[in-house]
């Protein structure tokens, strides 16, 4: 039995010293867990993150080269514009509309009518275009308005066919002005108060009647250079006759007592016009005149007669046109150029015959064999056009009533 007891002891006395090592490590490997990592354990990590940050690199962009900056590969390329965001489209007045952009966090718009683009704005401009001022906000809005207020309430707009735009306004019944416009540059005013004005420039005629209604044509045939004084047939076989006294040039109509019946001269603005019968006749200072006979399909030459009426009393100075003082003759020329007349406002009150015109001028040249129309409205015919015809003769000449031609802008012929 004693010897049983040592053995007990001996054996317990060998596996404690054999336990003891192993619960020592066991409470070391616990502490290495929460104990801050070492600089020599740090190495790994770092080296393991950029291998990681490596192997990612490639799948999105290529590492810069060493001694290229990374900034400018940023930014758009040299001399461009950042790129343009679409934000909205703003329908304006006038058929105008305006597409705004943000670029670079700021706005612009541009400003397009009849598919083309007039101009652009950045953030906090305005432009004026055909008496529209057009402003761009610093918010994005788009703000639109006349610029108009001495010319009257505005009625009607229009294009011709040589690219002239046309706006024409209302003051009174018998007292209408227009404004014409080329790339949105005004050419100037023209204001029929009471008569019927008229601008010319090359070979594009047109006429503002008191009454707002308008004519247009192109002098291509139909034109006499430097009328030398006398007595001219019109197509429509009405006979005028063209005059130089005091240092100006007029022209008054004939019939078949002789001539003159109503002479008008050539005012301070450079032109007058008459109307004869179915004939509208715009005469210039230097003494060239054109005439367009009202619903003639075409417009030929004046023929000079002579210095009076030949046979006075036998030429009867018909009118061969159909035009009963409604303006809707059609005349028997058989020139090879058309011309279109325009209107939008039926006269009320008997008009005169004769009456004088004032001008402005346009500058488009129209090539030869084009043609012209006028301010473009729905509803538009001939005995619309002019205020003055039939038998009211001399009613508006004779009362003296007087118009001024606002000028902008002279022909360079009339200096």
């Given at each position: 039995?004693?010897?049983?007891?040592?053995?007990?002891?001996?054996?317990?006395?060998?596996?404690?010293?054999?336990?003891?090592?192993?619960?020592?490590?066991?409470?070391?490997?616990?502490?290495?867990?929460?104990?801050?990592?070492?600089?020599?354990?740090?190495?790994?990590?770092?080296?393991?993150?950029?291998?990681?940050?490596?192997?990612?690199?490639?799948?999105?962009?290529?590492?810069?080269?060493?001694?290229?900056?990374?900034?400018?590969?940023?930014?758009?390329?040299?001399?461009?514009?950042?790129?343009?965001?679409?934000?909205?489209?703003?329908?304006?007045?006038?058929?105008?509309?305006?597409?705004?952009?943000?670029?670079?966090?700021?706005?612009?718009?541009?400003?397009?009518?009849?598919?083309?683009?007039?101009?652009?704005?950045?953030?906090?401009?305005?432009?004026?275009?055909?008496?529209?001022?057009?402003?761009?906000?610093?918010?994005?809005?788009?703000?639109?308005?006349?610029?108009?207020?001495?010319?009257?309430?505005?009625?009607?707009?229009?294009?011709?066919?040589?690219?002239?735009?046309?706006?024409?306004?209302?003051?009174?019944?018998?007292?209408?002005?227009?404004?014409?416009?080329?790339?949105?540059?005004?050419?100037?005013?023209?204001?029929?108060?009471?008569?019927?004005?008229?601008?010319?420039?090359?070979?594009?005629?047109?006429?503002?009647?008191?009454?707002?209604?308008?004519?247009?044509?192109?002098?291509?045939?139909?034109?006499?250079?430097?009328?030398?004084?006398?007595?001219?047939?019109?197509?429509n076989g009405q006979l005028i006759k063209i005059t130089y006294a005091e240092?100006?040039?007029?022209?008054?109509?004939?019939?078949?007592?002789?001539?003159?019946?109503?002479?008008?001269?050539?005012?301070?603005?450079?032109?007058?016009?008459?109307?004869?019968?179915?004939?509208?006749?715009?005469?210039?200072?230097?003494?060239?005149?054109?005439?367009?006979?009202?619903?003639?399909?075409?417009?030929?030459?004046?023929?000079?007669?002579?210095?009076?009426?030949?046979?006075?009393?036998?030429?009867?100075?018909?009118?061969?046109?159909?035009?009963?003082?409604?303006?809707?003759?059609?005349?028997?020329?058989?020139?090879?150029?058309?011309?279109?007349?325009?209107?939008?406002?039926?006269?009320?009150?008997?008009?005169?015959?004769?009456?004088?015109?004032?001008?402005?001028?346009?500058?488009?040249?129209?090539?030869?064999?084009?043609?012209?129309?006028?301010?473009?409205?729905?509803?538009?015919?001939?005995?619309?056009?002019?205020?003055?015809s039939g038998a009211g003769a001399a009613a508006l000449s004779a009362a003296?009533?007087?118009?001024?031609?606002?000028?902008?802008?002279?022909?360079?012929?009339?200096?």
């Amino acid at each position: 039995m004693r010897f049983a007891l040592r053995t007990a002891i001996a054996t317990a006395v060998l596996a404690g010293a054999a336990l003891t090592p192993v619960a020592a490590a066991t409470t070391a490997f616990a502490a290495e867990g929460t104990r801050p990592a070492t600089a020599a354990d740090a190495k790994p990590a770092a080296s393991d993150a950029a291998g990681a940050a490596t192997a990612v690199t490639p799948d999105t962009k290529p590492a810069a080269p060493a001694d290229k900056p990374a900034g400018p590969d940023a930014k758009p390329a040299a001399g461009n514009k950042g790129e343009r965001e679409p934000v909205k489209t703003v329908q304006l007045v006038e058929g105008m509309s305006a597409q705004v952009f943000t670029v670079d966090g700021a706005f612009e718009a541009d400003v397009h009518k009849g598919g083309k683009t007039l101009f652009t704005l950045k953030e906090g401009e305005k432009r004026t275009y055909n008496r529209v001022e057009v402003y761009l906000k610093a918010d994005g809005r788009v703000i639109s308005r006349q610029v108009d207020e001495d010319m009257g309430a505005l009625i009607r707009t229009g294009t011709l066919k040589n690219g002239t735009y046309v706006k024409i306004y209302q003051v009174s019944t018998y007292h209408h002005r227009a404004d014409a416009f080329i790339d949105g540059e005004s050419l100037g005013v023209l204001d029929a108060n009471g008569r019927s004005v008229a601008s010319q420039n090359d070979v594009q005629y047109f006429v503002l009647n008191a009454d707002g209604s308008t004519y247009n044509w192109l002098g291509l045939e139909n034109v006499v250079t430097g009328a030398k004084p006398g007595v001219y047939k019109l197509p429509n076989g009405q006979l005028i006759k063209i005059t130089y006294a005091e240092g100006r040039y007029a022209v008054s109509s004939c019939d078949s007592d002789g001539c003159p019946r109503g002479v008008l001269f050539v005012d301070d603005t450079g032109r007058v016009v008459s109307r004869t019968g179915s004939a509208v006749v715009v005469l210039d200072r230097n003494g060239t005149f054109s005439h367009y006979i009202i619903g003639a399909a075409t417009q030929s030459a004046a023929v000079y007669v002579g210095a009076d009426v030949p046979g006075t009393g036998t030429d009867k100075g018909t009118d061969k046109g159909t035009d009963k003082g409604t303006g809707t003759g059609t005349g028997t020329d058989k020139g090879g150029d058309k011309a279109t007349p325009t209107a939008t406002a039926t006269p009320t009150a008997t008009p005169a015959a004769t009456t004088a015109q004032g001008t402005i001028s346009q500058t488009s040249v129209v090539p030869k064999g084009g043609v012209a129309a006028g301010a473009e409205t729905a509803g538009e015919s001939d005995h619309t056009l002019l205020i003055a015809s039939g038998a009211g003769a001399a009613a508006l000449s004779a009362a003296g009533l007087g118009f001024v031609a606002m000028r902008r802008r002279q022909a360079a012929d009339r200096g």
